[in-house]
Nanobody
């Protein structure tokens, strides 16, 4: 499955962005989907994940209450709604497919830059 992220960009602190992750085929619907982010010199970090059905979500503490992960299996697409963005959210954001324990199918990422 190929994954393509979109929706990144430059936004002021307090603003919002909605990232999308488009999958190339129908197997998208059977996998857990996750969002991760990475800044230069740091390891990639977990942001959020959602079960195949969309009924279960998990968030990293720093984004709880600000970010919302969702998916539309009929469109083979996942989303990350990011509100009240902070400069420390600046990173390259990646979507991934896998299980709740590991992700082995990754997109190329989309840059999110939050200015103060």
């Amino acid at each position: 499955v190929q994954l393509v992220e979109s929706g990144g960009g430059l936004v002021q602190a307090g603003g919002s962005l909605r990232l999308s992750c488009a999958a190339s085929d129908l197997t998208f619907s059977i996998y857990v989907m996750g969002w991760f982010r990475q800044t230069p010199g740091k390891e990639r970090e977990f942001v959020a994940r959602i079960s195949w059905s969309g009924s279960n979500t998990v968030y990293e503490d720093s984004v709880k209450g600000r970010f919302t992960i969702s998916r539309d299996n009929s469109k083979n697409t996942g989303y990350l709604q990011m509100n009240n963005l902070k400069p420390e959210d600046t990173a390259v954001y990646y979507c991934a497919l896998g299980t709740s324990r590991s992700f082995d199918n990754w997109g190329r990422g989309t840059q999110v830059t939050v200015s103060s």
